[in-house]
Protein backbone atom coordinates (compact mmCIF):
# COMPACT_ATOMS: atom_id res chain seq x y z
CA UNK A 1 0.00 0.00 0.00
CA UNK A 2 1.15 3.63 -1.11
CA UNK A 3 1.73 5.86 1.81
CA UNK A 4 -0.45 8.52 -0.05
CA UNK A 5 -3.56 6.63 1.11
CA UNK A 6 -2.97 7.48 4.10
CA UNK A 7 -4.34 10.89 5.61
CA UNK A 8 -4.98 12.28 9.01
CA UNK A 9 -7.76 14.65 9.51
CA UNK A 10 -8.18 16.97 12.55
CA UNK A 11 -11.46 17.95 13.54
CA UNK A 12 -11.63 21.55 11.93
CA UNK A 13 -10.52 19.49 8.54
CA UNK A 14 -13.58 17.15 9.22
CA UNK A 15 -15.63 18.39 6.45
CA UNK A 16 -12.88 18.00 3.69
CA UNK A 17 -12.75 14.38 4.31
CA UNK A 18 -13.99 12.17 1.33
CA UNK A 19 -17.25 10.40 3.59
CA UNK A 20 -18.53 9.16 0.28
CA UNK A 21 -15.81 7.10 -0.64
CA UNK A 22 -15.79 5.00 2.65
CA UNK A 23 -16.73 1.32 3.41
CA UNK A 24 -19.66 2.02 5.72
CA UNK A 25 -19.74 5.76 4.43
CA UNK A 26 -23.63 6.77 5.88
CA UNK A 27 -22.55 5.28 9.51
CA UNK A 28 -19.05 6.54 9.42
CA UNK A 29 -20.43 10.04 9.18
CA UNK A 30 -22.80 10.35 10.80
CA UNK A 31 -21.07 9.17 14.11
CA UNK A 32 -17.67 10.65 13.52
CA UNK A 33 -18.39 13.96 12.38
CA UNK A 34 -20.38 15.16 15.08
CA UNK A 35 -17.39 13.96 17.17
CA UNK A 36 -15.08 15.80 15.48
CA UNK A 37 -16.88 19.29 15.05
CA UNK A 38 -17.86 19.47 18.24
CA UNK A 39 -16.36 18.26 21.81
CA UNK A 40 -16.37 14.09 21.99
CA UNK A 41 -17.89 14.96 25.39
CA UNK A 42 -21.00 15.91 24.33
CA UNK A 43 -21.74 12.82 23.73
CA UNK A 44 -19.52 10.37 25.96
CA UNK A 45 -19.09 12.82 29.16
CA UNK A 46 -16.22 11.86 31.18
CA UNK A 47 -14.02 11.63 27.80
CA UNK A 48 -11.53 14.69 27.29
CA UNK A 49 -9.85 14.45 24.03
CA UNK A 50 -8.61 15.19 20.61
CA UNK A 51 -10.68 13.38 17.96
CA UNK A 52 -8.97 12.88 14.41
CA UNK A 53 -9.52 10.77 11.61
CA UNK A 54 -7.40 8.47 9.97
CA UNK A 55 -8.10 7.75 5.76
CA UNK A 56 -6.35 4.37 5.21
CA UNK A 57 -7.87 3.64 1.47
CA UNK A 58 -11.37 3.52 1.68
CA UNK A 59 -11.65 3.19 5.48
CA UNK A 60 -11.86 5.73 7.45
CA UNK A 61 -10.97 5.59 11.38
CA UNK A 62 -11.76 7.80 14.46
CA UNK A 63 -8.88 8.74 16.55
CA UNK A 64 -7.83 9.88 19.42
CA UNK A 65 -5.00 11.99 20.84
CA UNK A 66 -4.37 12.61 24.30
CA UNK A 67 -1.39 13.67 26.62
CA UNK A 68 -2.61 13.10 30.63
CA UNK A 69 -6.04 13.09 30.92
CA UNK A 70 -5.83 10.96 33.98
CA UNK A 71 -9.68 11.00 34.86
CA UNK A 72 -10.97 9.76 31.48
CA UNK A 73 -13.04 6.71 30.47
CA UNK A 74 -10.98 3.91 30.20
CA UNK A 75 -12.10 3.39 26.78
CA UNK A 76 -9.32 7.15 26.45
CA UNK A 77 -7.07 6.78 29.26
CA UNK A 78 -5.26 3.23 29.88
CA UNK A 79 -4.14 4.69 33.44
CA UNK A 80 -7.69 4.07 34.21
CA UNK A 81 -7.77 0.92 32.81
CA UNK A 82 -5.03 -0.61 34.02
CA UNK A 83 -4.69 1.21 37.65
CA UNK A 84 -8.20 3.06 38.71
CA UNK A 85 -11.08 0.29 36.94
CA UNK A 86 -8.12 -2.42 38.59
CA UNK A 87 -8.15 -0.94 42.12
CA UNK A 88 -12.18 -0.65 41.29
CA UNK A 89 -12.54 -4.54 40.77
CA UNK A 90 -10.33 -5.56 43.59
CA UNK A 91 -13.71 -5.45 45.45
CA UNK A 92 -14.22 -8.83 43.68
CA UNK A 93 -11.75 -10.84 45.88
CA UNK A 94 -12.57 -13.08 48.61
CA UNK A 95 -9.32 -12.39 50.45
CA UNK A 96 -8.54 -9.23 52.46
CA UNK A 97 -4.77 -9.48 52.40
CA UNK A 98 -4.76 -9.99 48.92
CA UNK A 99 -6.55 -6.76 48.04
CA UNK A 100 -4.21 -4.64 50.30
CA UNK A 101 -1.31 -6.23 48.71
CA UNK A 102 -2.75 -5.86 45.39
CA UNK A 103 -3.58 -2.39 45.82
CA UNK A 104 -0.31 -1.44 46.91
CA UNK A 105 1.14 -2.79 43.46
CA UNK A 106 -1.26 -0.76 41.81
CA UNK A 107 -0.54 2.52 43.63
CA UNK A 108 3.19 1.89 42.39
CA UNK A 109 2.23 1.56 39.20
CA UNK A 110 0.20 4.47 38.80
CA UNK A 111 3.63 6.36 40.31
CA UNK A 112 5.41 4.29 37.67
CA UNK A 113 2.91 4.93 34.40
CA UNK A 114 2.42 9.05 35.32
CA UNK A 115 6.14 9.09 35.12
CA UNK A 116 5.95 7.29 31.73
CA UNK A 117 3.77 9.51 30.15
CA UNK A 118 1.41 6.56 29.63
CA UNK A 119 -1.52 8.67 28.80
CA UNK A 120 0.35 10.53 26.16
CA UNK A 121 -1.15 8.16 23.41
CA UNK A 122 -2.63 8.17 20.17
CA UNK A 123 -5.81 5.02 20.01
CA UNK A 124 -6.31 4.24 15.97
CA UNK A 125 -9.31 3.09 15.60
CA UNK A 126 -10.90 4.52 18.90
CA UNK A 127 -14.72 5.29 18.39
CA UNK A 128 -14.94 6.18 22.81
CA UNK A 129 -16.70 2.47 23.33
CA UNK A 130 -16.32 -0.19 25.26
CA UNK A 131 -15.32 -2.54 22.41
CA UNK A 132 -13.41 -1.26 19.43
CA UNK A 133 -14.65 -2.94 16.08
CA UNK A 134 -12.09 -3.51 13.34
CA UNK A 135 -12.12 -2.97 9.16
CA UNK A 136 -9.85 -5.34 7.33
CA UNK A 137 -6.27 -3.86 8.03
CA UNK A 138 -3.01 -5.99 6.72
CA UNK A 139 0.31 -6.22 8.09
CA UNK A 140 1.49 -3.99 5.71
CA UNK A 141 -0.98 -1.05 6.54
CA UNK A 142 -0.11 -1.67 10.31
CA UNK A 143 3.45 -0.84 9.29
CA UNK A 144 2.23 2.48 7.22
CA UNK A 145 -0.23 3.36 9.77
CA UNK A 146 2.94 3.35 12.46
CA UNK A 147 5.20 5.09 10.94
CA UNK A 148 3.02 7.70 9.69
CA UNK A 149 1.89 7.79 12.91
CA UNK A 150 5.26 8.56 14.35
CA UNK A 151 6.06 11.30 12.25
CA UNK A 152 2.79 13.40 12.96
CA UNK A 153 3.27 12.56 16.88
CA UNK A 154 6.80 11.81 17.17
CA UNK A 155 6.69 11.80 21.09
CA UNK A 156 3.48 9.64 21.44
CA UNK A 157 2.43 6.07 22.19
CA UNK A 158 0.72 4.14 18.87
CA UNK A 159 -1.99 2.19 19.94
CA UNK A 160 -4.79 -0.48 19.05
CA UNK A 161 -7.59 -1.29 21.71
CA UNK A 162 -9.82 -4.13 21.89
CA UNK A 163 -7.37 -6.71 19.54
CA UNK A 164 -8.78 -10.45 19.77
CA UNK A 165 -6.44 -12.38 18.03
CA UNK A 166 -9.03 -15.33 17.17
CA UNK A 167 -11.50 -12.34 15.37
CA UNK A 168 -8.53 -10.60 13.80
CA UNK A 169 -5.44 -12.95 12.98
CA UNK A 170 -3.88 -11.02 10.36
CA UNK A 171 -4.37 -7.34 12.19
CA UNK A 172 -3.14 -9.37 15.59
CA UNK A 173 0.09 -10.92 13.39
CA UNK A 174 0.86 -7.69 11.67
CA UNK A 175 1.22 -5.64 14.68
CA UNK A 176 3.32 -8.74 16.32
CA UNK A 177 5.62 -8.43 13.40
CA UNK A 178 5.51 -4.79 13.64
CA UNK A 179 6.98 -4.72 17.30
CA UNK A 180 4.08 -3.77 18.79
CA UNK A 181 3.64 -4.86 22.78
CA UNK A 182 0.45 -6.81 22.89
CA UNK A 183 -0.61 -5.99 26.69
CA UNK A 184 -3.85 -8.08 27.94
CA UNK A 185 -6.71 -5.68 29.02
CA UNK A 186 -9.56 -7.86 29.26
CA UNK A 187 -11.15 -11.54 29.10
CA UNK A 188 -13.82 -11.45 26.35
CA UNK A 189 -16.62 -13.60 25.23
CA UNK A 190 -17.45 -14.54 22.08
CA UNK A 191 -20.30 -16.65 20.71
CA UNK A 192 -21.01 -17.71 17.01
CA UNK A 193 -24.46 -19.55 16.50
CA UNK A 194 -22.33 -22.02 14.14
CA UNK A 195 -19.50 -22.88 16.72
CA UNK A 196 -20.12 -26.59 18.54
CA UNK A 197 -20.18 -25.57 21.93
CA UNK A 198 -19.26 -27.36 24.32
CA UNK A 199 -22.12 -29.66 26.35
CA UNK A 200 -24.27 -28.70 23.28
CA UNK A 201 -27.60 -30.00 24.62
CA UNK A 202 -26.98 -28.42 27.84
CA UNK A 203 -26.32 -24.92 25.82
CA UNK A 204 -29.47 -25.61 24.09
CA UNK A 205 -31.32 -26.17 26.77
CA UNK A 206 -30.46 -23.06 29.08
CA UNK A 207 -30.93 -21.03 25.51
CA UNK A 208 -34.40 -22.27 25.43
CA UNK A 209 -35.11 -21.64 29.16
CA UNK A 210 -34.28 -18.08 28.87
CA UNK A 211 -36.46 -17.73 25.34
CA UNK A 212 -39.24 -19.04 27.47
CA UNK A 213 -39.08 -17.10 30.02
CA UNK A 214 -38.96 -14.05 27.77
CA UNK A 215 -42.34 -15.27 25.81
CA UNK A 216 -44.01 -15.65 29.52
CA UNK A 217 -42.65 -12.42 30.73
CA UNK A 218 -45.39 -10.40 29.77
CA UNK A 219 -43.14 -7.63 28.07
CA UNK A 220 -43.21 -6.31 24.41
CA UNK A 221 -40.15 -6.06 22.51
CA UNK A 222 -39.57 -2.45 21.55
CA UNK A 223 -37.65 -2.07 18.08
CA UNK A 224 -35.80 0.63 16.93
CA UNK A 225 -38.45 1.99 14.51
CA UNK A 226 -40.84 1.84 17.62
CA UNK A 227 -38.18 4.17 19.98
CA UNK A 228 -38.99 8.16 20.11
CA UNK A 229 -37.53 11.23 21.75
CA UNK A 230 -39.73 10.59 24.81
CA UNK A 231 -37.73 7.17 25.53
CA UNK A 232 -34.32 9.01 25.17
CA UNK A 233 -33.94 9.96 28.98
CA UNK A 234 -35.13 6.81 30.35
CA UNK A 235 -32.38 4.76 28.21
CA UNK A 236 -29.47 7.32 29.65
CA UNK A 237 -30.66 6.12 33.12
CA UNK A 238 -30.93 2.67 32.36
CA UNK A 239 -27.87 2.50 31.09
CA UNK A 240 -25.96 4.57 33.92
CA UNK A 241 -27.62 2.22 36.83
CA UNK A 242 -26.53 -1.01 35.52
CA UNK A 243 -22.75 0.59 34.21
CA UNK A 244 -21.87 3.75 35.98
CA UNK A 245 -24.05 3.07 39.54
CA UNK A 246 -23.61 -0.78 39.95
CA UNK A 247 -20.12 -1.04 38.13
CA UNK A 248 -18.00 1.79 37.72
CA UNK A 249 -18.22 5.52 36.84
CA UNK A 250 -14.91 5.20 34.68
CA UNK A 251 -17.32 3.41 32.35
CA UNK A 252 -18.31 5.65 29.11
CA UNK A 253 -20.93 7.77 30.11
CA UNK A 254 -23.17 8.27 27.47
CA UNK A 255 -25.52 11.38 27.56
CA UNK A 256 -28.84 12.17 25.70
CA UNK A 257 -27.23 13.82 22.58
CA UNK A 258 -25.83 10.38 22.38
CA UNK A 259 -28.68 8.48 22.46
CA UNK A 260 -30.44 11.01 19.97
CA UNK A 261 -27.86 10.46 17.66
CA UNK A 262 -28.30 6.60 17.97
CA UNK A 263 -32.10 6.64 17.53
CA UNK A 264 -32.39 8.98 14.52
CA UNK A 265 -28.96 8.07 12.84
CA UNK A 266 -29.11 4.51 13.53
CA UNK A 267 -25.41 4.79 15.01
CA UNK A 268 -26.58 1.70 17.09
CA UNK A 269 -29.21 -0.63 16.95
CA UNK A 270 -31.51 -0.41 19.65
CA UNK A 271 -34.28 -3.12 21.09
CA UNK A 272 -36.11 -1.99 24.22
CA UNK A 273 -38.44 -4.16 26.87
CA UNK A 274 -41.63 -2.71 27.69
CA UNK A 275 -44.06 -3.19 29.99
CA UNK A 276 -47.26 -1.24 31.07
CA UNK A 277 -46.21 1.68 29.37
CA UNK A 278 -42.20 1.60 30.94
CA UNK A 279 -39.46 0.81 28.94
CA UNK A 280 -37.45 -1.40 31.80
CA UNK A 281 -34.61 -2.49 29.56
CA UNK A 282 -32.46 -1.39 26.67
CA UNK A 283 -29.33 -2.25 24.61
CA UNK A 284 -27.64 -0.52 21.59
CA UNK A 285 -25.38 -2.79 19.08
CA UNK A 286 -23.63 -2.42 16.11
CA UNK A 287 -22.09 -4.86 13.39
CA UNK A 288 -18.76 -4.34 11.42
CA UNK A 289 -17.58 -7.49 9.31
CA UNK A 290 -19.46 -10.65 10.18
CA UNK A 291 -19.11 -9.15 14.25
CA UNK A 292 -21.85 -7.27 16.51
CA UNK A 293 -21.03 -5.60 19.82
CA UNK A 294 -23.12 -4.31 22.30
CA UNK A 295 -21.51 -1.18 24.11
CA UNK A 296 -24.92 -0.10 25.56
CA UNK A 297 -26.86 -2.03 27.86
CA UNK A 298 -29.01 -1.74 30.79
CA UNK A 299 -32.10 -2.56 32.60
CA UNK A 300 -33.87 -1.13 35.60
CA UNK A 301 -31.51 -2.67 38.62
CA UNK A 302 -34.55 -1.75 40.88
CA UNK A 303 -36.42 -4.61 39.96
CA UNK A 304 -36.50 -7.98 41.97
CA UNK A 305 -33.68 -9.95 40.65
CA UNK A 306 -36.04 -12.77 39.42
CA UNK A 307 -37.50 -10.72 37.13
CA UNK A 308 -34.75 -11.68 34.66
CA UNK A 309 -33.80 -8.53 32.62
CA UNK A 310 -30.54 -9.37 32.57
CA UNK A 311 -31.16 -12.94 31.08
CA UNK A 312 -33.76 -11.69 28.50
CA UNK A 313 -31.98 -8.66 27.07
CA UNK A 314 -29.21 -11.56 27.11
CA UNK A 315 -31.65 -13.51 25.50
CA UNK A 316 -32.52 -10.72 22.64
CA UNK A 317 -28.70 -10.52 21.48
CA UNK A 318 -27.89 -13.87 21.19
CA UNK A 319 -31.48 -14.27 18.90
CA UNK A 320 -30.23 -11.45 17.22
CA UNK A 321 -26.85 -12.98 16.16
CA UNK A 322 -28.48 -15.94 15.48
CA UNK A 323 -31.29 -14.42 13.17
CA UNK A 324 -27.77 -12.74 11.12
CA UNK A 325 -25.67 -16.00 11.45
CA UNK A 326 -22.84 -13.53 12.62
CA UNK A 327 -20.42 -13.41 15.68
CA UNK A 328 -21.80 -11.40 18.84
CA UNK A 329 -19.26 -9.88 20.70
CA UNK A 330 -19.97 -10.29 24.29
CA UNK A 331 -17.18 -7.92 26.21
CA UNK A 332 -15.66 -8.68 29.54
CA UNK A 333 -17.74 -9.91 32.93
CA UNK A 334 -20.29 -12.81 34.04
CA UNK A 335 -18.11 -15.71 32.65
CA UNK A 336 -19.55 -18.21 33.93
CA UNK A 337 -23.49 -16.68 32.62
CA UNK A 338 -21.87 -16.24 29.41
CA UNK A 339 -20.32 -19.88 29.16
CA UNK A 340 -23.57 -21.42 29.99
CA UNK A 341 -24.96 -20.14 26.95
CA UNK A 342 -22.34 -21.12 24.68
CA UNK A 343 -19.91 -17.92 24.63
CA UNK A 344 -15.86 -18.77 24.50
CA UNK A 345 -13.51 -17.13 26.58
CA UNK A 346 -10.55 -14.97 24.62
CA UNK A 347 -8.15 -12.39 25.90
CA UNK A 348 -7.92 -9.15 24.69
CA UNK A 349 -5.14 -6.51 24.10
CA UNK A 350 -4.13 -2.81 23.96
CA UNK A 351 -1.26 -3.01 21.56
CA UNK A 352 0.90 -0.27 21.82
CA UNK A 353 4.36 0.51 20.20
CA UNK A 354 6.85 2.43 21.91
CA UNK A 355 10.16 1.71 20.39
CA UNK A 356 10.58 5.17 19.03
CA UNK A 357 10.58 6.63 22.73
CA UNK A 358 13.20 6.70 25.27
CA UNK A 359 14.01 3.33 27.28
CA UNK A 360 12.24 4.80 30.46
CA UNK A 361 8.98 5.41 28.68
CA UNK A 362 9.17 1.91 27.27
CA UNK A 363 9.99 0.17 30.33
CA UNK A 364 6.56 0.13 32.31
CA UNK A 365 4.82 -1.82 29.27
CA UNK A 366 7.36 -4.23 28.54
CA UNK A 367 6.78 -5.45 32.47
CA UNK A 368 3.01 -4.98 32.14
CA UNK A 369 3.21 -7.21 29.20
CA UNK A 370 4.89 -9.96 30.44
CA UNK A 371 3.54 -10.00 33.80
CA UNK A 372 -0.45 -9.60 32.52
CA UNK A 373 0.35 -12.61 29.92
CA UNK A 374 1.98 -14.79 31.80
CA UNK A 375 -0.09 -14.58 35.28
CA UNK A 376 -3.58 -11.72 34.49
CA UNK A 377 -4.69 -14.11 32.02
CA UNK A 378 -4.18 -17.25 33.54
CA UNK A 379 -6.36 -15.87 36.66
CA UNK A 380 -9.22 -14.42 34.99
CA UNK A 381 -9.28 -18.27 33.04
CA UNK A 382 -9.50 -19.95 36.23
CA UNK A 383 -11.55 -17.57 37.59
CA UNK A 384 -14.01 -16.59 34.80
CA UNK A 385 -14.38 -12.82 35.92
Given at each position: ??R???E?????????????????????K??????????????????????????V??????????????D???????????????????????????????S??L???????K????????????????????????A??????????I?????????????C???????????????????P?????????????????????????????????????L?H???????V?R?V??????????????????????????????????????????????????????????????????????????????C?????A?S???????????????????????????????????????????V?????????????????L
Open positions: MSQWIWYEGTSAEQIPWEQAQDADYVSYLLPMMTEQPSRYVQNVQTQMHALRGDRIMPVTVNDTEYNSYVSSVFTHYVTYAKEELGMLDSGVLRRVLTVTGLGRWMKSQCNKMVIVNNWLLSTNLYPDVSDEVKDITENGQKFPGHIIAFRSVRRLYPDFYKGLVEKGYLMVSRYVYLFHPDWPAQGKWRVRNTLNRDRKMLAKSGYRIREELEEQHEITLYNALYLDKYSQHNPQFSVEFVQLAIQKRTLTLIGLEKDGRLDGILGYFERKGVMTTPLFGYDTTLPKETGLYRMLSLLVHEQKGILLHQSAGVGAFKADRGAEGEPEYTAVYVKHLPLYRQAVWKLAVLLNQIGIKMVEKYR
